[in-house]
């Protein structure tokens, strides 16, 4: 056999192997974009995806409300119209040992006067388990494409950030992103502890799941790389024959 041949199933394996790696990409597992719902609802119920958990949510479909958002014409008020901020949560998924998570949505002021603080975080549902900075399962924050931990706060299974929002505050994406040293369950949720029906808005409300490749498949990839390289040394530096 010839080494460009060689050299060709080297490429090819190393090419089956990235598929592999690519078939365990990032899993999107709630989209909430909160467009396919119709007229605004005061107190609306009716997500896809998430649930109200406590207080209320007003879904907002503009031109209803006159209040602006970038992301089509549907969004929601997280703070609904019976005096009692809303607790907006995602069904419970599982990481296992090694996965990732990111966590992400877009978050304005409520257009409409005061501030409020919106909170967004995890919850493991297993008390046992645990969020840590680096040692346990551990978070990276980043709320504008800075990768970093600051400001989340962690008690236990709990893992929140919270943010003070004028009402003028900017749409702004938010991002968490988490990894797993043990296998872990858990959801995701947004919430607000004010009062006066006029809360955070919350639009394209996202959960992404990142499983990491199993060791093996890392072994046989650099295995592969490895082939590839002392084949390619062979071809260009070896004596001609
Ligand atoms: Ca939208
Ligand atoms: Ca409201
Ligand atoms: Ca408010």
Known sequence: MSQKIHIAAALAAICLLA????AQAQTNVVFEDFEGYG????NFTGFSDLTVASGSV???????????????????????ST???????????????????????????NMRGGSDVLEYGLYALDPAVTWTFGGGNYVGYNPDGTFNLQGVS???????????MASDYPWTEIQLR??????????????TASSDNMGPLIDNFQLDLVPVPEPATWALMILGFGLAGAMLRRRYFAPSM
């Open 19 to 22: 598929g592999t790696g690519n």
């Open 58 to 80: 007003d879904y907002i479909h503009e031109p209803d409300w006159g209040l602006a958002t970038p992301f089509g014409d549907g969004f929601v008020d997280l703070d609904g």
């Open 39 to 42: 007229a605004s609802a005061l």
């Open 154 to 164: 962690i008690a236990g299974n709990h893992l929140w950030h919270t943010v003070d």
């Open 178 to 191: 988490i990894g797993a040293d043990q296998p872990t369950q858990f959801f995701a949720y947004v919430r």
């Open 83 to 109: 005096g009692a901020g809303g607790f907006l949560r995602t069904g419970v998924f599982t990481l296992g040992t090694g996965d990732g998570l990111v966590f992400q949505f877009n978050a304005a002021g």
